[in-house]
């Protein structure tokens, strides 16, 4: 009867830490460093006709990421890019960053661009 409790208790520690492993594991692979694509959340400073200019302030985790970041209005998913307004808060999912001069980067063809606000609503 011991041997079976300790079983039961060695599988579903096993099982836990098999949980925490993969949840570590997926947290990296969506949002990672620039050079492997990921997602990032900053504040519309200005917007155009062909492209979104976006201050990140989520710098604590990736402080690779540039300050100031030029995001292309031609993202890839056939929703398009919400209607933004200077000064609100959006998350834009990516493939690659591209480095420009300066503290400025830009990226073309984000996956998505979504308002912060209708995430949280969800």
Do not use: C, H
Request: hydrophobic share 45%.
């Amino acid at each position: 009867m011991k041997m079976d409790e300790d079983i039961k208790i060695v599988l579903l520690f096993s099982v836990v830490l098999l949980l925490v492993f993969a949840a570590a594991f997926f947290s990296k692979s969506v949002k990672g460093p620039a050079e492997e694509g990921g997602f990032l959340d900053g504040i519309v400073l200005e917007i155009d006709e062909e492209s979104i200019l976006v201050e990140t302030y989520d710098r604590t985790t990736w402080e690779e990421l540039p300050e100031v970041i030029i995001v292309s209005k031609e993202v890839s998913n056939v929703a398009g890019v919400p209607d933004l307004v200077v000064g609100e808060e959006v998350r834009v999912l990516y493939k690659e960053i591209l480095e420009e001069e300066g503290a400025t980067a830009r990226i073309d063809n984000p996956i998505t661009i979504y308002k912060l606000s209708e995430l949280k609503e969800q």
